[in-house]
């Protein structure tokens, strides 16, 4: 009976190390199970930080864009509008000009309306010694905007 004892303490002491060795690997599946877990977990918000910094980055650069476009608008607008001042001032009429380009009258007088405004050129008084020739428009400041002060720009 000894011999089939000893079969079956080593049979026990087999087994014993096939589950010590089935332990060892599902705790080693469930340590890798648990880091994979958490880098899902961390990769997931850190697209919820990617979606909200393009939202961010997308309303900011709409913004840029936007205020780019209104002001090239208002450049061309311009361009427009002293295109048709000076078509009026050789003579033509706002039918004239609306049927020479194709729109109608209320487009050109709108665009009309963006043209640049004149300014009225005032005779100067005094000496002509720095090259005024009697004739003085508005002067620019320093800061770059228009007074009606020829010295100001000198300032």
Known sequence: MTAAG????????RAREA??????????????NIENAANYMV????LAEIDAWETERLAAVTEQVRAEATKRRAGTRAAAG?????????????TTIAELTGDGVGEVRAMLRHAPKIEKRTARKGSHALGGFGVVGPS??????????PEAAWA
């Open 43 to 46: 990769a997931k918000a850190r």
């Open 140 to 149: 620019v400041s320093p800061g770059g905007g228009a007074t009606d002060n």
């Open 19 to 32: 589950t010590r060795r089935a332990n060892e690997a599902r705790a080693a599946r469930e340590k890798a």
């Open 6 to 13: 000893t079969s079956k303490v080593e049979a026990r002491r």
């Open 82 to 94: 002293a295109a048709i001042r000076l078509l009026r001032e050789s003579g033509e009429t706002l």
